[in-house]
């Protein structure tokens, strides 16, 4: 059974930092893709994310290029996404989610993903 449960998130001021963490649990981590999605209040879940099993590439969606950094520890099962510059706009609850086959990459669309943390609320004041 495959759990993914992720941490690090809360409240900061506009141009602050948060670092996401996601340990998972039930299958051979290091050969899938992992991936970050958000969704805010009223508003569909989006990409934010992606990281190759092996952690040579990634991939960001245009609005947290140069701001977010997504990077995974195969040894620990871990991946994080480190957040910087955090804007209001950033507002919403993050998930952690693993690909469900493990030739799939690109990994940016939510029907790519078969497992899903809980998710963690991250909140960005002005």
């Known amino acids: 059974q495959v759990q993914l449960v992720e941490s690090g998130g809360g409240l900061v001021q506009a141009g602050g930092s948060l670092r996401l963490s996601c340990a998972a649990s039930g299958r051979t981590f290091s050969i899938y893709a992992m991936g970050w999605f958000r969704q805010a209040p009223g508003k569909e879940r989006e990409f934010v994310a992606c990281?190759?099993?092996?952690?040579?590439?990634?991939y960001y969606t245009d609005s947290v290029k140069g701001r977010f950094t997504i990077s995974r520890d195969n040894a620990k099962n871990t991946v994080f996404l480190l957040m910087n510059s955090l804007k209001p706009e950033d507002t919403a609850v993050y998930y952690c989610a693993q690909a469900s086959y493990n030739w799939w990459w690109p990994a940016s669309l939510i029907s790519q993903y078969g497992y899903w943390g809980q998710g963690t609320q991250v909140t960005v004041s002005s």
């Open positions: 990281i190759s099993a092996d952690g040579a590439s990634t």
